[in-house]
């Protein structure tokens, strides 16, 4: 299902490097697990949003969002952007879709590698691996040979953060309970994830995903790696929902052919329902562009 729906708003791109204090907000409350310890990846903060009135064993689900920085708090970002997701998570609240947010910290430097798809990787030749290397070079996302490492940051939350989150907080463990999220980057491994772990995740929200996984689409030859990929492995559309969405300005300006190929993906998969691709105009790259955006996605993942 694709749709064309209008917006306006500052274009700015997302960054990563932040303040660690813990953020305030506005509605509920939020509890840090302080430098996660992992056999997978680098320690990071954790920011747990709770609703207010939260109690634990009362059938909340869990939406995991990356970038868990940018979440929460304007005042403690690089940009002074945030989410906002308290706000928005509060507004989904009943006794239907009650859930928590599990903010997961990038690690800065080693965001792209964490991020990054690896089996599409795995895929390509050494000549289009040494390609896309040599574009992260130059983007400054990579000094050495890239070597993506996001098959252990999806061990690190489904083995250990997911079960960690659901003894401390009581929260539903199963499928049809626990979503994905994220912008950029985490547009690319939240699909990722549901990808590679459809028993575990029910639904995945990706804005502004970011296909090329570099910033160049000349010689790039990951986008159409990680198509070839989703045609083997996307999820049953049964009984999975993704969501895109994709602005026009800014990096997104860069999407909308590479979106409509994974559009006809999904199609060929078998997604007509469980699927949305929102097209937006005059919508950027930014923190302040996906506060306005998640709600779409949140009433698609809890519909």
């Excluded at 204090?21 to 506005?26: D, F, H, L, N, V």
């Excluded at 070597?147 to 049809?176: C, H, M, Q, W």
């Excluded at 998969?269 to 937006?280: F, H, M, S």
Aim: net charge positive; charged share 20%; glycine share 8%.
């Amino acid at each position: 299902m694709i749709r064309c729906i209008p917006f306006l708003l500052i274009s700015l791109l997302a960054g990563t490097r932040v303040s660690a204090q813990t953020p305030a907000c506005s509605q509920g409350r939020i509890e840090r697990i302080p430098d996660f310890n992992s056999r997978y990846v680098t320690p990071r903060h954790i920011d747990v949003w709770l609703p207010d009135g939260f109690v634990s064993g009362k059938g909340y689900g869990v939406l995991y969002m990356h970038d868990g920085q940018m979440l929460f708090d304007s005042a403690a970002t690089w940009n002074r952007q945030s989410w906002d997701m308290d706000e928005t998570g509060a507004n989904f609240q009943n006794n239907k879709d009650r859930f928590i947010i599990v903010g997961i910290w990038n690690s800065g430097s080693g965001r792209h590698a964490d991020y990054f798809p690896q089996k599409p990787f795995g895929d390509m030749s050494q000549t289009e691996k040494d390609s896309l290397t040599a574009q992260l070079q130059r983007a400054g996302r990579t000094n050495a040979v890239f070597n993506p490492v996001s098959d252990l940051y999806l061990k690190f939350i489904t083995e250990e953060l997911k079960p960690a989150i659901e003894k401390k907080y009581g929260v539903r463990s199963g499928r049809k309970h626990t979503w994905i999220a994220g912008s950029s980057m985490g547009g690319l491994i939240s699909l990722y994830a549901i990808c590679e772990y459809p028993d575990v995740f029910g639904g995945a929200a990706c804005l502004s995903t970011h296909w090329p996984g570099t910033f160049s689409l000349e010689n790039n030859p990951f986008p159409e790696a990680y198509r070839k990929y989703l045609g083997r492995k996307l999820p049953n559309p049964r009984n999975h929902r993704i969501f895109f969405d994709l602005g026009d300005q800014a990096l997104d300006a860069m999407y909308p052919p590479l979106q409509r190929q994974i559009d006809v993906v999904m199609q060929k998969a078998g997604y007509r329902k469980n699927w949305v691709t929102l097209y937006l105009l005059n919508e950027d790259h930014s923190e302040k562009s996906w506060k306005k955006r998640m709600p779409a996605a949140l009433n698609f993942l809890l519909d």
